[in-house]
């Protein structure tokens, strides 16, 4: 309350402090997988030790680590990234970042051990999938 009154945009601050909730966990592995399910846009770990629970972390947009990462830095100033998912979309997505501008390339190189042993995996796959000349592909060189 004593912040929110210095605030300019107090009215925002209030309509959304009242749709706020507090969630207490009994342990850190609760509060984890919590944290993994909800996929925060912003996520802060403001607790003793927070780098224990950091490498757990799965799904979040951007993680601020400790009592002086406040998000605010990761806005303005600290040089992560501002364009994050939000709705739980940090369980699938990553935020905008120099790797979204980037093109990637995938290589792969089967022995003739390697391919016989996908073999029965792949040629069922293409016939169920009723792409016969995917599975001569594989039948041909096996």
Do not use: C
Request: charged share 15%; proline share 4%; aromatic share 6%.
């Amino acid at each position: 309350e004593r912040q929110t009154a210095l605030l300019s945009r107090r009215g925002l601050v209030e309509g959304s402090l009242s749709k706020s909730r507090i969630i207490v966990l009994g342990t850190r592995g609760e509060m984890t997988e919590f944290a993994n399910l909800y996929a925060a846009e912003h996520l802060i770990i403001s607790m003793r030790d927070p780098w224990e629970i950091a490498g757990s972390i799965t799904a979040a947009g951007s993680v601020f680590i400790g009592n002086y990462s406040p998000e605010s830095a990761g806005d303005y100033a600290s040089g992560t990234n501002h364009t994050l998912p939000t709705g739980g979309w940090a369980r699938s997505m990553s935020g905008v970042n120099i790797e979204s501008y980037m093109r990637r390339i995938t290589y792969q190189e089967l022995t003739p051990a390697g391919l016989a042993a996908l073999a029965p995996v792949i040629t069922a796959m293409a016939t169920a999938e009723g792409l016969d000349a995917h599975a001569a592909a594989v039948n041909i060189r096996i």
